[in-house]
């Protein structure tokens, strides 16, 4: 069960939760992966353990919120692997408060780490990929498609839905250079993450609302961009994919 095998693979946000758990779904399928992460060694942490089971992946220390750190390891992993198939913008910081405490720094500080860093790895990753075709996979939320009053996503979700409109507009600019672009917008998923941004009134009020009745799990979002990393996915760009328990469904 190789559906990756052969691939060239950049992922984002990698030392933990999502991003962890795709990069091992993604090496176990086949690909080459090199992955990366904000905290000092743990991206090389995660990769390293990989490794140890015979699987080629690589981690490196990147601020992504600075453009020329994030373009410098876009075209670093391109020459190491000789190219990109895949580029999964797994990473992404947080910042929520209620809008009367919503701060102009705080509402640009999200904009930077949401959906300004995705831009950041597309924009160089992007010339590589015109010359042969590839996958790009985007994540929003589910904050992005319904307004959630009780957590201050404002700006969340304004960054989220602008991820969504820019796989759209990616999409449509990438195909005749064969680049599909998509994104997946999970609902609540259980990660150092979002255990660090939602308390437990919080969490209990999204899980609530989800029709299955449990926090998702990095797998679950993982297997959605193995298929959309993979040539399954050949017929498939622009989309946006809800991955999030039915939130987005209807109410239990």
């Given at each position: 069960m190789?559906?990756?095998?052969g691939k060239?693979v950049?992922?984002t946000?990698?030392?933990?939760?999502?991003?962890?758990?795709?990069?091992?779904?993604?090496?176990?399928?086949?690909?080459?992966?090199?992955?990366?992460d904000?905290?000092?060694g743990?991206?090389?942490a995660t990769?390293?353990?990989?490794?140890?089971n015979g699987y080629?992946?690589r981690?490196?220390?990147?601020?992504?919120a600075?453009?020329e750190?994030?373009?410098a390891?876009?075209?670093e992993g391109a020459?190491?692997?000789?190219?990109?198939?895949?580029?999964?913008?797994?990473?992404?910081?947080?910042?929520?408060a209620?809008f009367?405490e919503?701060t102009?720094?705080?509402?640009?500080?999200v904009m930077?780490?949401?959906?300004e860093i995705?831009?950041n790895?597309t924009s160089p990753?992007?010339?590589?990929m015109?010359k042969?075709g590839?996958?790009?996979?985007?994540?929003?939320?589910?904050?992005?498609?319904r307004?959630i009053s009780?957590l201050?996503?404002?700006a969340h979700a304004?960054a989220?839905g602008?991820?969504?409109?820019?796989?759209?507009?990616?999409?449509?600019?990438g195909?005749?250079?064969g680049?599909?672009?998509?994104a997946?917008?999970?609902g609540?998923?259980?990660s150092?993450?979002?255990?660090?941004?939602?308390?437990e009134?919080?969490?209990q009020?999204q899980l609530?609302n989800?029709?299955?009745?449990?926090?998702?799990t990095?797998s679950?979002?993982?297997?959605m961009?193995?298929?959309l990393a993979s040539?399954?996915?050949?017929w498939v760009?622009g989309?946006?994919?809800?991955?999030?328990?039915?939130?987005?469904?209807?109410w239990?």
């Open positions: 190789e559906r990756l095998k060239r950049l992922i946000g990698t030392a933990g939760g999502q991003g962890e758990a795709a990069q091992k779904l993604f090496a176990e399928q086949g690909a080459q992966v090199i992955g990366c904000l905290r000092p743990a991206a090389e990769a390293s353990s990989l490794r140890d080629d992946v981690g490196y220390d990147v601020d992504l600075d453009p750190a994030a373009r390891w876009v075209e020459r190491a692997l000789g190219g990109i198939d895949v580029l999964y913008n797994n990473a992404a910081g947080f910042g929520f209620p009367p919503m102009i720094d705080l509402f640009r500080h930077r780490v949401e959906l995705v831009f790895t990753a992007w010339g590589v015109s042969s590839g996958s790009i996979i985007n994540t929003a939320s589910y904050s992005a498609l307004g009780p201050g996503q404002v304004t989220k602008g991820i969504v409109a820019m796989t759209k507009s990616l999409a449509a600019e195909a005749a250079n680049i599909r672009v998509n997946i917008s999970p609540f998923v259980k150092p993450a979002t255990d660090a941004a939602v308390d009134a919080g969490r009020w609530n989800h029709l299955i009745q449990r926090a998702g990095g679950d979002i993982a297997y961009a193995c298929y040539d399954e996915s050949g760009t989309q946006n994919f809800s991955v999030d328990g039915g939130a987005t469904a209807g239990r």
